[in-house]
Every structure is written in structure tokens, then in C-alpha cells.
């Protein structure tokens, strides 16, 4: 079991410190990243940083400063959790933290880098971030190994049970995972280059030298020519936005979907993919999480939101059926549904069934739909449509079947006689179009219907 040496001095911070007189294990002020300001907090020093009732109130006042100033909140953190001599006092500040952190979601942008062992009330905390940065060879985690060892008799390591790895593949708390504190400075530089201070304006563009008319022909050349062929949309992507350059959150965990960062004509947006070579880039529970999610989140901060459309459907299975996958699955409608950011989906290829719905279709509202002339906009494939209608037929009949129903009803051209597709476009033509739209989206206001909040699919 490895152990990562914490230091003894008491935690610092660069920049104006705000009340530095309290000592204890959480330091906070105002510093420069980058270009921008932020309310930097450090959660670090003696007794592995350990959280005193103090340390919670200085953690909240961080939390409440930030709001108030309405900058981002970046926290570096190393704490083994509420300190116990100090008793249930050190649980109570921990506690009036969070509620502070609660109150800045959607407000602030909060980005969390755990930089040593962290333990307990402050991991959960990392549930209640934006971003969450590891540094390599830290953990995290709720209960320890001697815990789990004792309830349910698994020997497991620090790292085996709240590693890195762990929980960029598995667990899906980590964000991005880097090598070493300056590596983690340098990404969150680049972080906030993407969001905007608070949620009362839009993300800053920038200036932009990759032309926005740019033909983009290798796009559809990605595509396979057969409807099970495989290829990596990423590539797709990298065509598209500016300089090929995509951010990619959470690019370990349910990698059947992808979500990036990007920029567009210097305008920066949020992308949500399928991935088709990825369980055929159908969804899951953790895909319906990680997408809603991170659709949720570029809808707080005014992130446009650009949808690349290729799957066959939700992933069937007993398990994931038991497991939830129809409040999970729910949680991708809702989270579009009530988003009111710019909105553009682009249909690649095959767009079956509730997938195709929960995907940011038309009927989620979204403000543009786009298709190339591959697109299969259907309930489901030709060979599975024909396997339930035609039961009785022959091989034969059967192959002419498929065919016919590919050329009736799998084409974009039928969605769009419906209105569901507004235009169907040259892959070549996508970057350009998608830049005018997103130009033309810029000045859209919606408001959602007043109330005390929604219901999230949990």
C-alpha cells in the first residue's frame, strides 16, 4: 500500500489571501490564472489536512466570496477529512461547505484538483464540482480499504479502490487525470479559457485564424460504406471545429459517447457525439449520465451545444434494464429538454428509435437539425423492422424486404418532408454551416417556465 507523504506547514495560497489568520488546513484568496481571477482555495497542511469546524467555516466563506465576486472557484485539495478530536463540530463545518457549494452550482464554474490522498467528506465534495482534476498517484474515496476490508472482507489497495484509473475509467469522478501540479495549472488555464466567469454572460471567444468557410470533405470519408462499419468520430470532429483541437472530459469513461470542448469560428461550444467504435455508439446508463451531465453544465455556463448523431439505439441487456437504464436513459431528454443554449444536431449516419429522440432531435427542441445524405432517421434498422413484420418470410423475401425498406424509409429525405430534418447538407459543407448557425443562434433568449426547480431523473 503506497503512501504519499503530505506536507506539515500550513496550507497557502498565491495572490490576495483572505483571512489568513485562522491557520488550519484551508487557505483562500483571489489569484490570477492565466488571464483570468479566481477564488483559489488550497485544503492541505498538518495532520494531512485535516478539516476543523474552522476549516469548514473558511471553506464555506470561499465558497460564498466567489459567489458573490462572481468568479470561478478553483480548489486544490489533499485531506484525510474532518479532524476527529475536534468531534461532530468538524462534521457540522464540513456540512455548511457543502451547502455553500451547492448554492454555487450553476452560478460559478467550480473546478476541483485533488492533489493528495482525499478522504471522506471532502471527496464527496469532488461529486459537487463542475470539473474534477487528479493528479497522478492521489485517491480518493468515501470509505477507506480497512472499512471495506471489514464489511465485506475485499483486501483492497488505496489505489485499487479510489485511484486515478479507478476513477477515470470506472467511477467517472475524474474528469482529467495529469501528471503533476503544473500540468493541472496549465489544464485549468485552458478550462476556463472555454467558460465564462459566471452564468450571467456567455464564454469570451477568441481570435480565430482557421477560416469558418473551410470545406470540410474528409468528414463524410470517415463514414464506412457499410451500415455496421466502424470508424472513430473523433476524427469527424477534429475536421469540424477549429484547429482539429477538442478537450475531451471524462474521454475514459463511457466512451460509447464523447463530449468535448471546442471552439467554432473562435466561439466556444459544447460537443456531444456517439461514438461507433464503442458498443456500436448505442447508450447506457453511463452514457445517459456522463451526456446529461454535460449537457446540464454548458446550459448553466452559455455554452452552445453541437450534437454529432450515430447510434442504433439504447444497449440492450437484463442488466442494465434492472440496474435503471430507464431513469438513466431519461436523464439525456431531460437534460436537452429544458437546455436553452443554442442548439445544432448534425445526423451522421444511423439515428434509431428513442436514442434518435433523447439525442437532441427535433422533438427535444432543439433550434437547427442537420443530416448528411448517409443518414438512417428510423424506429430501427431495415434488418430488425423486417425480423418483426415479415416473421413468416423467406431468406429470399426477406433480403428484398430489407432493401425495399431501406430505400423507403432510410434516407434523411423522408424526415425532411416530415420537418424533423431542416436541411440535409454535403459533408463537406458542415463546418461552414454549423459556424452560421451558431452566428445566427447567438442573440437566442428562452426562459423556462418559473418555479421552485425541476425534478432531475436521479
Not at 476549516?55 to 485539495?77: H, M, Q, S, W, Y
Not at 472530459?249 to 466561439?267: C, E, M, S
Request: proline letters at 5%; a negative charge; one cysteine or more.
Amino acid at each position: 500500500m503506497s503512501r504519499i507523504t503530505q506536507p506539515a506547514e500550513p496550507a497557502e495560497v498565491e495572490g490576495l489571501a483572505l483571512r489568513s489568520r485562522t491557520g488550519g488546513s484551508v487557505a483562500f484568496g483571489v489569484r490570477e490564472m492565466g488571464n483570468r481571477t479566481v477564488l483559489a482555495v488550497e485544503i492541505a497542511g498538518e495532520d494531512r489536512g485535516a478539516l476543523r469546524p474552522a476549516d469548514g467555516e473558511n471553506l464555506a466563506i470561499a465558497a460564498k466570496t466567489a459567489r458573490e465576486k462572481r468568479i470561478p472557484l478553483v480548489c486544490f485539495v489533499a485531506s484525510s477529512g474532518a479532524a476527529i478530536e475536534e468531534g461532530v463540530g468538524a462534521v457540522h463545518g464540513w456540512g455548511t461547505a457543502a451547502r455553500e457549494f451547492v448554492t454555487n452550482s450553476g452560478i460559478v464554474p467550480t473546478i476541483f484538483c485533488v492533489t493528495g490522498p482525499t478522504v471522506s467528506g471532502p471527496a464527496l465534495l469532488l461529486g459537487l464540482a463542475d470539473l474534477v482534476l487528479m493528479v497522478d498517484d492521489t485517491y480518493a474515496f468515501v470509505s477507506g480499504p480497512a472499512m471495506v476490508r471489514q464489511f465485506t472482507g475485499e483486501d483492497l489497495s488505496n489505489e485499487g479502490l479510489g485511484g486515478t484509473s479507478m476513477h477515470a475509467s470506472t467511477s467517472g469522478v475524474a474528469h482529467f487525470i495529469v501528471s503533476d501540479r503544473d500540468e493541472a495549472n496549465t489544464l485549468i488555464v485552458e478550462l476556463l479559457n472555454y467558460l465564462p466567469d459566471h452564468n450571467g454572460i456567455a464564454p469570451a471567444g477568441r481570435p480565430c485564424t482557421d477560416p469558418v468557410a473551410r470545406s470540410t470533405p474528409e468528414a463524410g470519408e470517415f463514414i464506412p460504406n457499410t451500415s455496421t462499419g466502424t470508424y472513430d468520430i473523433r476524427d469527424v470532429l477534429a475536421v469540424v471545429v477549429d484547429e482539429g483541437h477538442l478537450l475531451e472530459p471524462r474521454a475514459d469513461w463511457a466512451t460509447n459517447l464523447v463530449t468535448a470542448f471546442a471552439t467554432i469560428g473562435g466561439r466556444p461550444i459544447g460537443i456531444v457525439a456517439n461514438q461507433p467504435q464503442s458498443v456500436a455508439g448505442t447508450l447506457d446508463i453511463a452514457a445517459s449520465q456522463k451526456g446529461g451531465r454535460f449537457v446540464a453544465f454548458c446550459d448553466a455556463f452559455n455554452l452552445p451545444l453541437v450534437t454529432f448523431v450515430d447510434t442504433s439505439g439504447f444497449y440492450p441487456g437484463k442488466d442494465l434494464e434492472w440496474r435503471g437504464m430507464i431513469r438513466y436513459g431519461a436523464q439525456m431528454a431531460f437534460a436537452y429538454a429544458r437546455a436553452t443554449v443554442p442548439r445544432v444536431c448534425v445526423t451522421l449516419r444511423k439515428s434509431y428509435g428513442g436514442a434518435y429522440i433523447v439525442m437532441d432531435s427535433r422533438y427535444m427542441g432543439n433550434d437547427l437539425m442537420l443530416a448528411w445524405p448517409s443518414a438512417e432517421i428510423a424506429v430501427m434498422g431495415a434488418k430488425g423492422a423486417v425480423e418483426i413484420l415479415h416473421r413468416q418470410a423467406s431468406d429470399t423475401e426477406r433480403e428484398e424486404l430489407v432493401s425495399a425498406y431501406e430505400n423507403r424509409l432510410l434516407n434523411p429525405y423522408i424526415a425532411a418532408e416530415r420537418g424533423s430534418v431542416d436541411r440535409v447538407i454535403d459533408p463537406a459543407d458542415t463546418r461552414s454551416e454549423l459556424a452560421a448557425a451558431l452566428d445566427l443562434l447567438s442573440s437566442k433568449r428562452e426562459r423556462l417556465p418559473r418555479r421552485r426547480h425541476d425534478n432531475t431523473p436521479l
